[in-house]
């Protein structure tokens, strides 16, 4: 084991250089636990243009040297099955558990959907995490509990997640934690070309001690001249390194899957953190915890007061809190990227790894954060879809108009399949979980994200349906006009099967000049009616309507040869403005 690995975790954040009086005089966090999720986008790479249901396989197949294994689940082994298993299990609806541990196996006659479209892959090569938070301090160790793998059947979206924790933290460091350490890139760079909002360093250790990956946000240059050259920003060693062999899109590395970033360089987290009395937290305190803002002296807010006027009710889960009453003294903090619980070291039941608060946090909890922010990096990916699909669009050319059609076609195929698999506006009927469920839903606002993606891709759906039925219906009047204009010869020459010229004794080349004689002014009389058959149209229809006077009729046929046809009126009017606009 290295030196560090050694030293005792009280010991481990005892920060020095003229900051140990003041975090020997703060408030400790007996256990501090923290969930990193980070979702991700699949892109297409060596098999572009095959749509993947199972993106997982492609990890299968990699051999021994990829670090991920697929997880095996406790519903398979009655021997691994246990109470927490059987108490996450019951949370959820009877929908969501289905998406979760999919179904048992039927009974002969009887048919099931068979497993969960979700797949966990785990890789267990790195047990520590080494972070220096500032360059004037100590470095903090953590224990990995897990890093994990999310895939989605039949959906492009992944999500990394990483949990890993410590005792005896005081608040400050904590908050600090919370900060920092999930950020996939730096916003900026401070004087110094340190990362600003970013640790220091970071480093993943093996269970010996041995540094297997270390950040380099301070490479400034690094960043820029990817993000120049790539329209797309660059992601930092360690979190390379921890999803390989997955590779950044658009980076030189080459991988089974190419991913990209859906949305900013923040992840969002979930936060268990233990007090001896968290009654003693500030106002201040909580929302720097539930908005996970710098950290900051206790007696400060960290916004302005009003800005946080309404921080109660819109940040605070207070079911099981309050100041008055040392008995409820757990409370939920929530906002769009971060969920967080507080609450007694002391409570046997809110320190239970396996049914308590904690065992709940690590599971019920985690599970209602995973859906809710795969169905945001989903509903996030089709809006993106829609929009690469309209981009490629050009209304001039037939192959173009072709493709936008096939691949509007697609999307909705797939997000009905997204809608009946993933799409829960509700996950449980327990009171506690519903409710934070709605909490955290409304933070993120997928509600409101989900109905414009809908409607975005049902109104286009239906343009694509009545440009269909234009073009059904001015093929109908086209061949109406034609066949109407044919019915006159039709008539007069088969009238009781009436031959007006016998020609049947002439020889048959003279046979062969007739009916080229007869075959190029029908065909050039057919082309005729159709460049004009909107207006032939308007004069049958006119001859249908009695209120017109013969004179109103003869002068709606004249415009045949008076005006241009009005198709094609229309599609260079079209085409210009098309011009104009590019």
């Known amino acids: 084991m290295s030196e560090i690995a050694q030293i005792p ?16 005089t703060e408030v400790l966090v007996r256990h501090f636990r923290q969930i990193l999720m980070w979702p991700l986008r699949v892109m297409p790479g060596q098999l572009e243009g095959i749509h993947i249901s199972k993106h997982w396989e492609l990890l299968e197949t990699s051999g021994e040297d990829c670090p991920w294994r697929e997880v095996q689940d406790e519903f398979d082994d009655p021997k691994r099955f246990q109470e927490r298993h059987y108490k996450e299990f019951i949370t959820f609806l009877p929908f969501v558990q289905r998406f979760l541990y999919g179904e048992g196996t039927p009974r002969e006659g009887q048919t099931a959907s068979g497993k969960s479209p979700m797949r966990v892959l785990r890789r267990c090569d790195i047990a520590q995490i080494r972070v220096m938070l500032d360059g004037q301090l100590p470095p903090l160790l953590f224990q990995i509990a897990h890093v994990d793998l999310h895939f989605f059947y039949d959906t492009d979206i992944i999500i990394l997640v990483v949990e890993f924790f410590a005792d005896d933290l005081p608040l400050l460091l904590a908050e600090d934690v919370l900060f920092k350490v999930g950020r996939a890139y730096p916003g ?38 990817f993000t120049c050259q790539q329209r797309s920003p660059h992601v930092a060693a360690h979190w390379e390194y921890l999803l390989q062999p997955l590779s950044l899109y658009l980076s030189d590395s080459e991988g089974p899957i190419r991913f990209r970033q859906i949305e900013y360089h923040r992840m969002p987290l979930l936060a268990y953190l233990s ?16 908005l996970v803002s710098k950290a900051g002296p206790s007696d400060t807010l960290p916004c302005s007061t009003k800005q946080l006027a309404d921080f109660e009710e819109r940040y605070c889960y207070d079911r099981f809190w309050d100041p008055d009453n040392p008995a ?94 993933y799409w829960f506006p509700v996950v449980s009927n327990q009171a506690q979980v519903h409710d934070l469920f709605r909490l955290l839903t409304r933070h993120l606002d997928t509600d409101r994200i989900y109905q414009d993606v809908s409607a975005s891709i ?39 099967g009436m031959n007006i010229i ?24 057919v082309n005729y009616a159709v460049a004009h058959s909107k207006v032939l149209s308007d004069f049958l229809e006119a001859l249908a309507d009695k209120r017109l006077t013969w004179w109103d009729r003869t002068q709606l046929l004249l415009r045949i040869w008076r005006d241009p046809p009005q198709d094609a009126v229309a599609d260079a009017s079209t085409s210009r403005r098309a011009g104009d606009a590019k």
């Not at 760079?189 to 990956?213: D, F």
């Not at 929009?387 to 001039?396: E, N, Q």
């Not at 286009?460 to 061949?479: G, I, K, P």
């Not at 062969?512 to 029908?522: E, N």
């Open 9 to 24: 975790r009280t010991a481990q954040f005892e920060p020095d250089n003229g900051m140990t009086s003041v975090a020997s």
């Open 188 to 225: 900026y760079w401070e004087p110094s070309g340190q990362g600003a909002h970013c640790p220091y360093r970071v480093e993943w250790l093996s269970a010996t001690g041995e540094t297997l990956a270390v950040s380099d946000y301070e490479d400034r240059q690094k960043y820029l001249e």
């Open 502 to 525: 016998d020609e049947a004794n002439n020889p048959l080349w003279v046979k062969l000049l007739i009916l080229i004689a007869v075959f190029i002014p029908s065909t050039l009389l």
């Open 328 to 421: 409820l003294s757990c409370r939920y903090l929530c906002c769009d990227h971060a969920f967080v619980v507080v609450g007694k070291a002391s409570d046997a039941f809110f320190a239970d790894s396996e049914t308590g608060i904690l065992g709940q946090f690590r599971h019920q909890y985690f599970l209602m954060n995973l859906m809710a922010h795969f169905q945001k990096a989903a509903l996030m990916l089709f809006s993106e879809w829609l929009v690469v699909a309209i981009s490629k669009l050009d209304i001039r050319e037939l192959d173009s108009i072709k493709a936008f059609k096939r691949e509007i076609r697609l999307l909705l195929g797939s997000f009905l399949r997204f809608t009946e698999r």
């Open 458 to 496: 049902k109104d286009m759906n239906q343009y694509l349906d009545s440009d269909s039925l234009r073009r059904q219906a001015n093929t109908v009047v086209r061949l109406t006009v034609v066949t109407t204009l044919g019915l006159i010869a039709t008539v007069s020459t088969g009238f009781l």
């Open 275 to 290: 007090f001896d009395d968290p009654q003693v937290l500030t106002r201040g305190d909580c929302a720097r915890l539930a």
